[in-house]
C-alpha cells in the first residue's frame, strides 16, 4: 500500500464555483456578482422607469407633429437604451455613469450646440418661423375691414390666467347663430352645447374650456388683443374694440407663380429672398416678416467688418479685459494682504476679525450691488455727501468705470481672503523660519517663497475668477446697466461688457437678433477659453518648478 507524499488530489469543482481557501464557504460566483433585489429597490426601478417612459411619450408627440423625425429616432434609442441598462444586471458602472452624462448633454452640450447653430441663421424678430408662417403673417397684418365683411358678436376669453394667459376670441355670428373659437392657429366652430350665448348681447358669456374675461380684465389687456389676428381662408378676423369683430379682406396676398406679395391696392411688389429669408422690394425695401434661413458666417462677418458692431465690439473687449483683470488682481490682492495680517501669530482676535470681514460675502450681491448704486448717487449719495464731492460718478467714462470696479473689489475681496487664508495654512511655518535663520527679510521672504506656494495652489482659483468677471453681467447691469452712452450710440455704453453688449443685441429695443447675439456668445467663448488653456498651462510649469 503506498502513500502519495503531494497530499489527496483535489476533488473535482461543479460548474459555477470557483477555489476557495480553506475554512471559509464556496460562494457561487451569481451571489457575488449581484445583490439580493429589495421590494424598495424594485418600487423605486419601477417608479424611476415609469417615469422615464411618460416623458419619452408625451416627448414624442410634439416630435411627430413637427415632423423631427431624426429627434423622434434619437428619443427612441434612448429610451430603449435606458430600459435595457436598468431591467438588465449588467453593465453596473454605466448605470452610475449614464444619469450625469445625460444630464451633461441636456444642460450643457446641447445649450452649446444649439447656441453654435443659431449663430450660422438669422433667427430674431421677423425671422423666427417658416416662410409659410410669414406669409400668414404678412396677409393678417394686412387685412381691413370692406363693405359687406362679415360682424361677429365678440367675448374675450383665455385657456390659463385671465392676466397671462393665450387670449382667444369668441365669435358668435349674429346671422347664422354659430359659435366659433380664434386664435393665431385659426378659427374653429364650437359645438352649442358647449357655450351659452346672451339672448340679449348675443355674445359668448360661458363655454367649456375656456374663461371668459369681464370688460376690465379684457380692457387691461387691450394691446394683445388689439394685435390678436385670427386667420381664415378669405383673410383674418381682427377685434373692432372690446364687444364686436370683423372678418376682413388682405390686402397683401401672396402669389405662387412670381413667388411674391403684391399689394393689391398699390400694385407693389415683394419677392421672396431666399438668401436673407425676407420679401423684399425692387427699391430694396424689406417685409417686416420674414423667415429663418442659414446664412453661413455672416454673422461672424458683421461682428469683424460692420463699422456699426465692429467698433464697439473691439472697444468692449478692451475694456472687458481691463475689467476682469481689473476685479481679479485687486480683490485677490486685497484679500491676500488681509489673510496675510491676520495669519500673522502677533494678530489677535482673528475670529472676530474673519467673520466681519466676510460679512459682503454671505450677503446677497444682487442687492449690494444696488445699494452701491444708490451711495454713487451724484446728488444724494453717501459716497459724495461723506467726502463732499460732487462727482457725476455714472455719467462719465472713467468714474463710471472705477465705481464699477470699487464695488466688484467690496463684493469679491472676502472671497480671495478666505481661500488665502486655507492656501496659507497649508504652508509649513518651518520654510519661513528658515528664511529668516538665513538672513532674508520678511519682504524676501514672502517674494521667495509665500508668494511662488499661494500662486501654486491659488492660480486654478484665479483663472477661474477671471473667467467669471469676464461674463460678470450682475456687476454692470444693475450698477450702471452698461452707461453712460454716447449720444450718437445709444446700443453700447462705457461699461458694457461683451456679455451686457450681447443681452442688449438679443433683447434691445431695435430688435431681437439672436443670430448676431450667439455669434458674439461664440467669440466670448472662444476668448476665454484661449485665455484659460494658456493659463492652466503655465500653471502647470509652475507646479513643476515648486513641486
Not at 456687476?475 to 456679455?499: H, K, Q, R, S, V
Request: hydrophobic share 45%; glycine share 10%.
Amino acid at each position: 500500500m503506498s502513500t502519495s507524499l503531494s497530499g489527496p488530489e483535489p476533488a473535482t469543482q461543479a460548474p459555477g464555483w470557483e477555489p476557495v481557501r480553506r475554512g471559509l464557504p464556496r460562494t457561487p460566483r451569481t451571489a457575488r456578482n449581484h445583490a439580493p433585489i429589495t421590494a424598495t429597490g424594485l418600487l423605486v426601478k419601477v417608479i424611476l422607469l415609469g417615469l422615464v417612459a411618460g416623458i419619452a411619450v408625451w416627448a414624442a408627440f410634439p416630435l411627430i407633429e413637427a415632423e423631427h423625425w431624426i429627434g423622434l429616432a434619437i428619443l427612441a434609442v434612448t429610451t430603449a437604451g435606458l430600459f435595457y441598462l436598468y431591467l438588465g444586471r449588467r453593465h453596473v458602472p454605466a448605470k452610475y455613469l449614464v444619469p450625469g452624462t445625460l444630464f451633461l448633454i441636456a444642460f450643457q452640450v446641447f445649450p452649446v450646440l444649439y447656441t453654435a447653430s443659431t449663430a450660422f441663421t438669422n433667427f430674431g424678430d421677423g425671422h423666427r418661423g417658416s416662410k409659410d408662417d410669414a406669409i400668414v403673417a404678412i396677409q393678417s397684418s394686412s387685412v381691413k375691414q370692406v363693405q359687406g365683411s362679415t360682424e361677429y358678436a365678440l367675448s374675450i376669453a383665455t385657456k390659463g390666467d385671465p392676466e397671462t394667459g393665450a387670449l382667444v376670441f369668441l365669435l358668435s355670428d349674429p346671422k347664422t347663430r354659430e359659435v366659433f373659437a380664434g386664435d393665431a392657429n385659426g378659427l374653429r366652430k364650437l359645438d352649442a352645447g358647449q357655450v351659452t350665448v346672451s339672448s340679449l348681447t348675443g355674445k359668448v358669456t360661458a363655454a367649456d374650456g375656456y374663461t371668459v374675461l369681464n370688460i376690465g380684465q379684457a380692457s387691461g389687456r387691450s394691446d394683445a388683443i388689439t394685435a390678436l389676428v385670427v386667420p381664415t381662408s378669405g383673410g383674418a378676423i381682427r377685434s373692432n374694440g372690446l364687444t364686436r369683430a370683423y372678418e376682413g379682406k388682405a390686402v397683401r396676398a401672396y402669389d405662387p407663380g412670381c413667388d411674391c406679395i403684391k399689394d393689391n391696392e398699390t400694385g407693389k411688389t415683394w419677392r421672396a429672398d431666399a438668401a436673407s429669408g425676407s420679401f423684399v422690394a425692387a427699391d430694396g425695401e424689406r417685409l417686416a416678416q420674414g423667415w429663418k434661413v442659414n446664412v453661413g458666417l455672416q454673422n461672424f462677418s458683421r461682428v469683424l467688418t460692420d463699422p456699426n458692431i465692429s467698433g464697439p465690439f473691439f472697444g468692449t473687449l478692451l475694456w472687458n479685459f481691463a475689467f476682469a483683470i481689473g476685479s481679479t488682481g485687486l480683490t485677490f490682492l486685497l484679500g491676500m494682504a488681509i489673510a496675510l495680517a491676520l495669519h500673522s501669530p502677533r494678530m489677535r482676535g482673528t475670529n472676530l476679525y474673519r467673520v466681519v470681514l466676510i460679512l459682503p460675502y454671505a450677503m446677497p450681491s444682487f442687492a449690494m450691488l444696488l445699494v452701491w448704486r444708490d451711495m454713487f448717487n451724484t446728488d444724494f449719495g453717501l459716497v459724495n455727501n461723506l467726502f463732499g464731492l460732487g462727482v457725476d460718478w455714472f455719467g462719465q467714462t472713467w468714474t463710471a468705470r472705477a465705481a464699477v470696479l470699487l464695488v466688484q473689489l467690496w463684493l469679491g475681496y472676502p472671497y480671495m481672503f478666505l481661500v488665502t487664508t486655507g492656501a496659507l495654512q497649508a504652508i509649513p511655518r518651518e520654510l519661513t523660519e528658515a528664511t529668516s535663520v538665513d538672513g532674508a527679510s520678511p519682504w524676501q521672504s514672502f517674494r521667495s517663497v509665500t508668494l511662488p506656494l499661494l500662486l501654486v495652489a491659488l492660480s486654478p482659483l484665479l483663472i477661474a475668477s477671471f473667467a467669471y468677471n469676464f461674463n460678470n453681467i450682475n456687476a454692470i447691469w444693475m450698477t450702471t446697466e452698461g452707461g453712460p452712452f454716447a449720444p450718437d450710440n445709444p446700443t453700447n455704453g462705457a461699461t458694457d461688457l461683451l456679455i451686457t453688449y450681447t443681452y442688449r443685441l438679443a433683447f434691445g429695443a431695435q430688435g431681437a437678433e439672436f443670430g448676431m447675439a450667439a455669434a458674439v456668445s461664440i467669440f466670448i467663448f472662444a476668448i476665454v477659453a484661449t485665455v484659460s488653456a494658456i493659463s492652466f498651462r503655465r500653471t502647470r510649469k509652475q507646479e513643476e518648478v515648486y513641486s
